[in-house]
């Protein structure tokens, strides 16, 4: 086994998950933050959660509006996904500044991102205080996926669209797929190699 050093308690969940969402203000003036504390909580009812500090410019416009978009990254989306992580929308108008387009969600009045491939629209059901982050638990609307990564079958190919992660302060691409869900106890075929 290999040595290891102890550290303090901390966020080493790594990757995660890098999306951008979008709101707009009651006075429909939209914005868009990068999180990457983003989580999957329930299939049915579908469900997902944000953790935004409360001291983030977007905070009281998810708080007074309930609603969001989570929209999905791919390395093509890189410079926006961090600009709009760094940039704070009380400065900038970062769709006008990206020239990202807006498209009306059908459920919310939170805008999608036109360029991601997958646009996921929210709805808040409760928000949870737990210290330097607030979680946002959202159940979800509906669900916009690109129809430039569906196949002849109707099967949606995201990695088409080359979606990134985010681990410890770097942006990375996802690499090749190694497996698919169960192969490891699935029985091979006469005559082929087990692969994923």
Known sequence: MMAKEIWKPGNMLYPLPVVMVSMADQSGRANIITLAWVGTI??????????????????????????????????????????????????????????????DAAYVKAPMIGESPVNIECRVRQVKPLGSHDLFLADVLAVHADENYMDEGRKFHLEKAEPIVYSHGAYLSCGEQLGTFGYSVRKKQKGSRRSG
């Open 42 to 103: 329930c299939t049915n009812p579908p469900m997902l959660s944000i953790s935004v500090r409360p001291e983030r410019y977007s905070y009281p416009i998810l708080r007074d509006t309930g609603e969001f978009v989570v929209n999905l990254t791919t390395r093509g989306l890189v410079f926006a996904t961090d600009y709009c992580g760094v940039k704070s929308g009380r400065d900038v108008d970062k769709f006008e500044e990206l020239k990202l387009t807006k498209a």
